[in-house]
């Protein structure tokens, strides 16, 4: 789940050349983009963070948000390979979005363990919205529904019985 130096609290979070090399030209990007000095200055500040491999905790959410584009892009599959993207996926999980995914996940997995050894009657799955779906799972003692987002898992009905 989320490694060593997990950017909690006051820690920077640490990176490595690898992380710097497929994040500087996405930055690059953001940086040309923004119209003013005002919008540019924080994704000049986290370029800055990239050349020092060490990410202050207040820039973190936002190394998140352009690690999470590039990652859900495509982009750091196709032009890096998916090494690169496995890497970048483990920097993720140390920003404070990856952490809260890997809650939502952990929490998932301790909700769903009493339905070990149940019969399952039926599983089906559904679209609730762009980007989020439902998984329902029927077993033979219960009934639960649970909701994937962009947001992360978590479940959204439960009927015993």
């Given at each position: 789940m989320v490694g060593r130096n997990a950017a909690k609290g006051d820690e920077p979070l640490k990176l490595e050349r690898?992380?710097?090399d497929i994040l500087a030209p996405q930055l690059d990007v953001f940086i040309v983009a923004a119209?003013?000095?005002?919008?540019?200055?924080?994704?000049?500040?986290l370029r800055a963070a990239l050349e020092k491999l060490e990410v202050p905790p207040e820039l973190t959410a936002r190394l998140g948000?352009?690690?999470e584009l590039a990652i859900n892009s495509g982009r750091v599959r196709e032009a890096y390979?998916?090494?690169?993207?496995?890497?970048?996926?483990?920097?993720?999980?140390?920003?404070?979005?990856?952490?809260?995914?890997?809650?939502?996940?952990?929490?998932?997995?301790?909700a769903l363990k009493p339905l070990a050894g149940q019969a399952i009657e039926?599983?089906?799955a559904i679209s609730r919205a762009p980007g989020a779906y439902a998984l329902t799972i029927k077993t033979d003692q219960c009934q639960v529904v649970i909701r994937f987002e962009p947001a992360g898992v978590r479940i959204e009905s439960l009927e015993v019985g």
């Open positions: 690898l992380h710097r119209r003013d000095a005002t919008a540019r200055a924080p994704y000049e500040a948000a352009i690690a390979g998916p090494g690169a993207e496995l890497a970048l996926w483990g920097l993720f999980q140390k920003t404070p979005r990856g952490r809260e995914i890997a809650e939502s996940v952990a929490a998932l997995n301790a039926g599983v089906n």
